[in-house]
């Protein structure tokens, strides 16, 4: 009976993982990346949904920020505000809303050593918590793997390493962790500049350095940029060329009135394109991924970096609502 019963639970063992195998081959199967029409969550305790309650902003400032925090845009996982520890609950609270909305699952991974190069960002996590940081975000994001998940990896790391002098450093980090975040499903873009930054042969030889481009998705262009959306989807083009093929995302957040040369804060500027408007066999889409209404830092009159400001989100949003 023994012999019987210990038989019963081998096959059933076995069955069990047959199920879980033939589970995980179906959803790789289903798996498809980012695309025209893909919508990704919108955050209930977003900085735009804490504002739109604020009494003590002025009914422009809290029509503008509710409108704004109706949008789907990119979360920004940051070590500051999501610690070891504490961001798989971030993830877990964000992939419950896309489920909810029926969306897909977007984040910004931003924690890197020697974040921004000590610039307005500045911060990020030494090497040895930055793998653990990243490897409990990989652990969370696989937790959702009945979602979409999209992952746009360090913002600027690549095209601001020829002036930090640490392109190295940073394949080697890039590199772990995007051995800890790939998944089936989970589509991972680089950073890979904007059109008024490096030259697309430039910025694609830093690319190409870093031997990473077979391991993602693809590259992600304008994030937290203001160039117009035409000249994304060229540099876009261009970039894939100079690589010999690949795949793009554009951050539209703010792109609706162009670039005047201003990075930081820039004034008179617009949101951009709803995110999943636009598309093709280069450039998967386009999304909102810097939160519109947070600031780019402490520069033409914004307050540091990530916090909200009211004045920019009603200039930003002042065609749209």
Request: glycine fraction near 12%; aromatic fraction near 6%; hydrophobic fraction near 40%.
């Amino acid at each position: 009976m023994a012999l019987i019963a210990l038989g019963v639970v081998v096959v059933l063992g076995g069955l069990a993982a047959v199920g879980i195998g033939v589970t995980r081959f179906a959803q790789a199967l289903g798996a498809q990346p980012p695309a025209v029409g893909t919508v990704v969550q919108t955050q209930s305790g977003s900085a735009a949904a804490r504002a739109a309650k604020d009494p003590s902003a002025t009914p422009q400032q809290r029509a503008a920020a509710d409108y704004l925090a109706a949008q789907p845009t990119a979360y920004w996982l940051t070590p500051e505000r999501d610690p070891i520890g504490q961001v798989w609950n971030r993830i877990a609270a964000l992939a419950a809303e896309a489920r909810e909305q029926d969306a897909a699952l977007a984040v910004v991974v931003y924690g890197l050593p020697g974040r921004d190069c000590g610039s307005f960002s500045a911060g990020g996590l030494d090497e040895d918590d930055y793998a653990t940081w990243t490897g409990e975000i990989g652990k969370a994001l696989a937790n959702a793997r009945d979602l979409q998940r999209i992952v746009v990896l360090e913002p600027d790391s690549l095209a601001l390493a020829p002036e930090c002098g640490n392109l190295a450093d940073r394949t080697r980090q890039l590199g772990g962790a995007v051995d800890r975040l790939a998944g089936d499903n989970t589509w991972i873009y680089l950073d890979g500049g904007h059109a008024t930054w490096h030259p697309p042969a430039v910025m694609a030889g830093i690319l190409t350095q870093t031997g990473l481009l077979d391991r993602v998705r693809g590259f992600a262009t304008n994030v937290s940029n203001y160039n117009a959306a035409d000249a994304e989807f060229d540099y876009a083009h261009a970039l894939a060329a100079e690589l010999g093929g690949g795949h793009a995302l554009i951050d539209t957040s703010r792109s609706g009135a162009g670039s005047d040369g201003v990075w930081c804060n820039a004034s008179g500027r617009l949101i951009g394109e709803p995110g999943g408007t636009f598309g093709d066999e280069v450039v998967d889409t386009n999304l909102w991924i810097k939160p519109p209404g947070e600031s780019d830092g402490s520069c033409n009159g914004g307050p540091p970096a990530g916090q909200w400001w009211a004045d920019a989100a009603v200039e930003l949003s002042r065609d749209a609502r």
